[in-house]
């Protein structure tokens, strides 16, 4: 099992930056994909970007060029950097595990909100 515990949300003004952390609760080094989704009021969850245990990412076409995924293997941590934000990236983004063979795990969540 692993525990995602998300970080660093809060309120900024649309062009501005934010970095989430999602720290787990144990190595991510043998995890092989991990993501970050994220569901706007009233809408459905959904893709943001992933990055596999080979260093490969992948990126929603709306944030493709403005997010940046990263993980620290040492650190355990899983990072969504957001830069150029639009008030239509305000949602609450969620840290997501997939451990082979089919187990997967969710983060609680945290609130990103921009100002336009």
């Known amino acids: 099992q692993v525990q995602l515990v998300e970080s660093g949300g809060g309120l900024v003004q649309a062009g501005g930056s934010l970095r989430l952390s999602c720290a787990a609760s144990?190595?991510?080094?043998?995890?092989?994909?991990m993501r970050w989704y994220r569901q706007a009021p009233g809408k459905q969850r959904e893709f943001v970007a992933s990055i596999f245990s080979d260093g490969n990412t992948g990126y929603a076409d709306s944030v493709k060029g403005r997010f940046t995924i990263s993980r620290d293997n040492v650190q355990n941590i899983l990072y969504l950097q957001m830069n150029s934000l639009k008030y239509e990236d305000t949602a609450v983004y969620y840290c997501y595990a997939l451990v082979i063979p089919r187990n997967e795990y969710w983060g609680q969540g945290t609130q990103v909100i921009i100002s336009s």
């Open positions: 144990r190595s991510i080094f043998s995890i092989n994909t």
